[in-house]
Every structure is written in C-alpha cells, then in structure tokens.
C-alpha cells in the first residue's frame, strides 16, 4: 500500500502541535501552582512564621530547612512522567481547599500551631491536583505529601522519650552495680548529679530518622511492608541509639569528668544520626 507523503507530513505537523501544545499546558499549571502557592503562603503567613521560628529555634526541628528542597528534587525526578501525562485541572479539590481553610480558622482562633499549620500545608498540597488534575497529581504524590515534614510535629512526645532514657540509663546503671538514687529526671551518682534535659531525648534523631527513612523508602522503590520495615528500623535506631548514648556519656563523666562528656557529646550523637 503506497503511502501518502503529504498526509504523513501533516501527521507529523500536529503531532509537534500537540505535544507544543501539551508542554505550554503543563507549564501554565505548574506557574499556576506556583503563583498561587506563593499566594497562599502570603495570605497565612502566620502559620509560615511559626514553623520557620521553630525550625531556626529549636534543633528538634531543624529538618524543616531541608524538606522543601527534598521535594523539589523528588519531583523534578518525576519530569519525564509528567511530561506525558494530560493536563487536566480538577476543580473539585477546591472542596478539599475550602475544608483545610475552615481548620486554619478554627486552629488559628484556638491556638492549635498544629491545626493550622498543616492546614496551610495541606492547601499547598492540594494545588497541583487542582491546577494538573489527578493523574500528575497521582504522579507526584510522594513529594506532595513529604512537605507534611515541614510541620513542626511531635513535641507530646518529649516527656514519654525524656523518661524512657531516664528509666534505660538508671536500669543499665544499676546492672552494673553503681548505686544511683532517681528524683523524677534527676539521678544521683556517687560522683555527682546528672538530669535528663530535652536534649537528651532522642526526639530530634528520632524526626530526622524518620524523614530520611521515608524518603529512602520512595527512592528505593520498596512495597509498603519494606517502607514499613524500614521505618521500623529508624524509629528503634535513634530510640535505642539515644538511650545508648547518654549511657555514653553517663559512663564517660564518672571516668574523665566534663571534659570527656563535652568531647563525646556531640560526636556520639552525630555516630547515632549516622547509623
């Protein structure tokens, strides 16, 4: 069968259209995402301002600085994907928009930092669905939802993690025979008095573990019961390495005074974050 020149020439003129038309669709969505992500940061700025004031004041948080640009990479990893997907914005995730604003109300006038802080998260997050539609949305739901990480979360859980290495120093103290007298966070040594801070609690290794353990999760490829495994792991691993190391230095200021506790403060902690 002959082939008609003309008519495959004009084939391939509109497929060079199309696919024009397509990438100038894509890029208006994702200046649309962007400009109204930008908007909506200005529009509630508070909650902006608390979560950067706790991710430059306090070294639990300190991640914070890192997660966006994370999921900017993880995203621009998905460019070839997305590049082949329809742009189809799906106003119905305005609905969605329209319920996290109602919790950033209710959150701001009760003062729950976390009600409204991932409220102005999540309204983030909900743009690429409105403005692409759900099947990039779909494409890109792993770098979306890792900007939950920005959230300055789980300080309820500072106390409980402060008296786990309270209980574990104590406990492993005692097994080795040095008598130790315990008042709340407080313990007694015969060669002197040692408290668990905030510091000591571990929670910062613990959120750091955490989002590394996600992301690795994702660029691995692994199922759910693997990222699940793996979690596992990091959660056990900055607990129990916590624990380990104020031991660490328990021990190292019976036997070489501050000195040896100030030289191995940091580096243990770091040795633990690493492992």
């Known amino acids: 069968m002959a082939s008609d020149p003309a008519a495959l020439s004009r084939a391939a003129i ?3 259209a199309a696919s024009r038309g397509a990438s100038a669709d894509l890029r208006g969505g994702i200046a649309a995402v962007v400009l109204v992500a930008l908007g909506s940061v200005a529009l509630l700025l508070p909650s902006w301002q608390t979560m950067v004031a706790a991710w430059d004041g306090n070294p639990t948080f300190g991640h914070g600085w890192v997660v966006l640009p994370i999921a900017l990479w993880l ?6 994907h997305v590049a082949a997907l329809p742009v189809r914005p799906w106003p119905a995730a305005l609905l969605g928009i329209a319920g996290l604003a109602a919790l950033w109300i209710v959150g701001a006038l009760a003062g729950v930092n976390a009600a409204h802080q991932f409220a102005a998260v999540g309204i983030v997050q909900l743009l690429p669905l409105l403005f692409l539609g ?7 739901w792993f770098p979306t939802a890792f900007l939950a990480f920005l959230v300055p979360f789980g300080d309820f859980l500072l106390e409980p993690m402060m008296d786990w290495t309270a209980d574990f120093t104590v406990l492993a103290l005692q097994a080795t025979g040095i008598p130790v007298y315990r008042e709340g966070l ?11 801070v905030e510091a000591c609690s571990g929670l910062r290794s613990l959120q750091t573990a955490l989002m590394v353990g996600v992301a690795a999760g994702e660029l691995t490829r692994l199922g759910l019961w693997g990222r699940v495994a793996l979690l596992l792991v990091a959660f056990l691993t900055a ?16 036997g070489g005074g501050n000195e040896a506790v100030a030289q191995l403060h940091d580096t243990a902690g770091y040795v633990v974050l690493a492992i």
Do not use: D, Y
């Open 14 to 16: 509109g497929a060079k």
């Open 75 to 80: 995203a621009w990893r998905q460019r070839a």
């Open 134 to 140: 759900p099947a990039i949305a779909a494409r890109l």
């Open 186 to 196: 407080h313990f007694e040594l015969p060669t002197g008095k040692w408290s668990v």
């Open 239 to 254: 607990l129990v390495g916590n624990q380990v190391r104020v031991l660490m230095l328990v021990v190292a200021g019976i």
